[in-house]
């Protein structure tokens, strides 16, 4: 009865999600799975709430996806864009043109980001921040006159992105499956700092330095003259919410230093904001990265707009030599995305939305702490206004359910049942609301969690 509860959510069929499937092809879906089931169909959203067209509300715990920051319907950044349209709709940046909006952001996220990231790169998603960051780091060592030092490290459970590059970067082999070559070579791969399943035996913090010195270990491997670049998010979120021991970042750093490795952060989910700092690297100690990308918070996705960060190191070795970097997008540096973002941070500033979001990350990882007692619940992980949940089979063993079960799509199913989205990354949980959710809000977040937890273990103790 309770299973045939949950598949009412969808049926039946409207002529609007027949619509859906008869044109349009959804990123990361399995079609045949849709077009049995039809979409969701998002109408409304105001601050962390989303209306269906079937009238459900829904409590936001993804911020969309991780990039909603500032919550939705705000009319500021609306009419910030229809200004900025009605000026200077487009620019290009290609021919020694720019704009004022551009200019002014760049001048902002230098003012905002880690000491020594002097320069922009603008993009348009958080792939081609990365892809950005990829081209860059073969340019530098080409001009640096080491083009030996080609091979980029990444990491086991990384995501980067969705172009052929950033996903090869991207260490899910289920991504590779669709052919084509991928991962491209040249990437190298080393395992996640994942304590809960990697760390038998070791304290967190014993642990955090024997999964930094496994990237000084492929070095060696590989000999340092032929490594370019070190690849990695701050903190893992879609590759499973892996939040690594305060160990590992400084030992991270001084291996990279040591064999002149470009270290590249990925803070495409972790920047403005989501762990209680602007950046993630402020909260991880990692004091220099030679690139870093940001992209979804940047706007809070009222604009997709991204960027690639670049040290005086790199920066001043392309103007030094010059020669052209044959390298860009039509958008790059588009005045209206980086209106919105200005008025995003703006907005960010005077609210202090990072600063409630480190309060609001106390009360919020309670609750989290507080789920770990749950019968179906092997390990829970957060920092700022993210979360892992991981279900397990076994929680004294650390044993994962049969992958085959789905546990993690079934509690993503009950959640939105009672009007909550979270997402499942396997059998992980995560959450990452918008940072202006109340702590009332985050106490609704998580009764629904909890409520959707007992549901799952009903329904897999029932088998
Ligand atoms: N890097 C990280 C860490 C991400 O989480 C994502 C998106 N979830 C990306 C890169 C890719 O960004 P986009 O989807 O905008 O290309």
Redesign the pocket.
């Known amino acids: 009865p309770h299973m045939n509860e949950i598949s009412t959510i969808n049926s039946p069929i409207t002529a609007l999600q027949l619509r859906d499937n008869l044109h349009y092809l959804h990123p990361f879906t399995d079609y045949a799975e849709l077009h049995a089931e039809g979409s969701r169909i998002q109408d409304h959203a105001e601050g962390v709430y989303i209306w269906d067209t079937d009238g459900r509300r829904i409590i936001d715990g993804l911020a969309g996806?991780?990039c909603v920051t500032l919550g939705y319907g705000r009319k500021e950044l609306a009419e910030v864009a229809a200004r900025q349209m009605q000026k200077l709709s487009y620019s290009q940046s290609f021919f020694k043109t720019s704009n004022e909006p551009a200019i002014q952001l760049a001048e902002k996220l230098v003012e905002l980001t880690p000491k020594g990231l002097n320069h922009v790169f603008f993009t348009n998603?958080?792939?081609?921040?990365?892809e950005t960051c990829l081209k860059l780091v073969h340019r530098y060592w080409n001009l640096a006159g080491k083009p030996d030092k080609r091979v980029i490290i990444a990491r086991a459970q990384a995501?980067?992105?969705?172009t052929i590059a950033?996903t090869s970067l991207s260490g899910n082999p289920v991504f590779y499956t669709s052919g084509g070559g991928m991962p491209i070579s040249g990437i190298e791969r080393i395992e996640a700092p994942y304590w809960y399943l990697n760390g038998a035996g070791e304290t967190p913090e014993e642990f955090g330095l024997t999964a930094a010195r496994w990237l000084e270990d492929k070095i060696l491997e590989l000999g340092a003259e032929n490594v370019a670049a070190f690849f990695a998010?701050p903190f893992q979120?879609?590759g499973g919410a892996i939040l690594p021991p305060d160990t590992y970042w400084p030992e991270i750093q001084r291996i990279c230093r040591k064999y002149d490795v470009l270290l590249v952060i990925?803070e495409?989910?972790?920047g403005f904001g989501r762990t209680g700092k602007w950046f993630g690297c402020e909260t991880f100690g990692i004091e220099a990265p030679d690139l870093m990308?940001i992209?979804?918070g940047i706007t809070s996705s009222y604009f997709p707009m991204?960027a690639t960060m670049v040290s005086d190191r790199i920066a001043s070795l392309l103007i030094e030599k010059g020669g052209e970097f044959y390298h860009g997008f039509t958008n790059s540096g588009h005045p209206v995305g980086a209106a919105v973002a200005l008025e995003n941070i703006r907005i960010m500033e005077r609210e202090q939305v990072v600063e409630n979001a480190a309060e609001l990350g106390k009360h919020f990882g309670e609750h989290v702490a507080s789920l770990a007692d749950h019968p179906l619940v092997g390990n829970v992980r957060s920092c700022g206004l993210f979360a892992g949940i991981q279900l397990v089979a076994d929680k004294d063993k650390r044993v994962l359910f049969d992958e085959a079960l789905r546990v993690g799509d079934h509690c993503s199913t009950e959640a939105l049942h009672r009007g909550l989205a979270l997402r499942a990354i396997g059998d992980t949980m995560t959450l990452m609301p918008p940072l202006i959710i109340t702590r009332g809000q985050i106490d609704e977040v998580f009764a629904m969690t909890r409520d959707a937890l007992d549901a799952t273990a009903r329904a897999f103790k029932a088998r």
């Open positions: 996806l991780g998603s958080g792939s081609e921040a990365n995501y980067h992105g969705s950033t998010e979120g879609a990925d495409v989910v972790s990308a992209a979804k991204s």
